[in-house]
């Protein structure tokens, strides 16, 4: 039970992510931050790729791990793609406000 929540809590964190970084990078201009033509855009092109990207990923570490025959080819996947992505955010600097 405890190994089933602490899952679905990664999931959750992992599709949160970035509507909470557009939100910061994008503050709302004297109204919602959802309301701009623009900022609805971002939001619904984000989810489509973290939710593609989530429910992909299970299935293509699955892959690797039995075209590699072990775990170390996929968790040394996902931690160069973690690297890549925290890169990605450190060039990306702070929002202007």
Do not use: K
Not at 20 to 40: I, K
Not at 64 to 85: D, F, K, M, N, Q
């Amino acid at each position: 039970m405890l190994r089933d929540v602490t899952a679905h809590n990664r999931c959750g964190n992992s599709l949160m992510m970035p509507p909470l970084l557009l939100a910061s990078c994008w503050p709302p201009a004297g109204g919602d931050v959802w309301h701009a033509p623009l900022r609805r855009d971002l939001y619904a092109t984000s989810q489509l790729f973290t939710v593609a990207g989530v429910a992909g990923c299970a299935a293509l570490i699955g892959m690797i791990y039995e075209l590699s025959g072990g775990h170390a080819a996929p968790c040394l996947g996902v931690a160069g793609l973690t690297l890549v992505g925290f890169a990605v955010l450190a060039t990306r600097g702070t929002a202007r406000r």
